[in-house]
């Protein structure tokens, strides 16, 4: 019981200082954001007057709009096509026992140690060649392979812990395949998907390599990879930096405050079938 006490001691501790170390950062930001647009911040410290219209002029003249729904309009498809794709494959890897799925699942391990930054030269020529070069297709047609390695990984080890006597029992009622995927091995997988959801849109809404090489127009690119237009539009102004910034990175820590329960869920659901 000691020791059960100190571990737990121990690990409250350690929470402690990484929340800590992570919101340093996120706080400095809002200070500096809140300082006059004409100072350069020196460090950590609440203004004696926030200068709150930082976050309107880096929302208007930053075409933070059309930024959005530009990342919205990558994600509606990234997210949606990778998940169909991600699921299907990993059913078939993780239930189906699929003849030269052993293959296969090594072959995708192998994709995961493959850089972005090693692709990006022939992903650009590719774009080239299909003529999607400087269009966001060039983006999104690239990301949804660049994510099936992980994807694929994640919904296989899903199905590979759900067990087989409920395939066997469907089976046995005279369910099809396709019916028994649909009614019973989906509706188990909820919470995998809802996780990897979460994953894909971070990564997709973050994403800063590709639209910068692959997309000219700053405007056309995800939010994250438009912070090259924020840095030409307020180089010389830390304040309206930091702005734009906090304006960029407030989506994704909603998504992740909102559906944390399930992204949780989903990984404890991971820890007890392992």
């Avoid at 699929?98 to 930054?117: A, C, H």
């Avoid at 660049?146 to 994807?151: I, K």
């Avoid at 029992?169 to 959801?197: H, K, N």
């Avoid at 438009?226 to 030409?232: C, D, E, K, N, V």
Wanted: zero cysteines; hydrophobic letters at 55%; charged letters at 10%.
């Amino acid at each position: 019981m000691i020791v059960r006490r100190s571990e737990a001691v121990i690990g409250r501790i350690v929470l402690v200082v990484v929340l800590v170390l992570t919101l340093i950062p996120l706080l400095n930001m809002v200070s500096a954001a809140l300082q006059p647009a004409d100072t350069n911040p020196t460090g950590l410290a609440w203004p004696t007057d926030p200068q709150w219209g930082n976050f309107v002029t880096a929302f208007e003249t930053g075409n933070v709009w059309r930024l959005m729904g530009s990342s919205l309009f990558i994600v509606a498809f990234v997210v949606p096509v990778s998940l169909l794709f991600a699921t299907l494959a990993g059913y078939a890897l993780g239930n189906l026992r699929m003849r030269g799925g052993r293959f296969l699942f090594l072959f995708l391990i192998l994709g995961l140690t493959i850089p972005f930054e090693a692709l990006i030269i022939p992903l650009y020529y590719q774009s080239q060649a299909l003529g999607v070069l400087n269009t966001q297709w060039a983006v999104i047609l690239p990301l949804i392979g660049l994510y099936m390695p992980f994807s694929v990984v994640w919904m296989r080890a899903h199905f590979v812990g759900v067990p087989q006597e409920l395939s066997e029992a469907a089976r046995v009622d005279g369910a099809t395949t396709l019916q028994e995927f649909w009614r019973i091995q989906l509706p188990l997988a909820r919470p995998a998907l809802s996780a990897l959801a979460i994953l894909l849109f971070l990564w997709t809404w973050n994403q800063f390599l590709l639209p910068v090489v692959l997309i000219s127009d700053p405007l056309n690119r995800t939010v994250a990879g438009a912070l090259t237009f924020f840095q030409g539009q307020y180089y010389s102004s830390i304040p309206l930096l930091n702005a734009g910034a906090l304006i960029i990175i407030v989506p994704t820590i909603l998504v992740f405050v909102i559906f944390q329960r399930q992204f949780i869920q989903a990984l404890l659901q991971g820890a007890v079938k392992g």
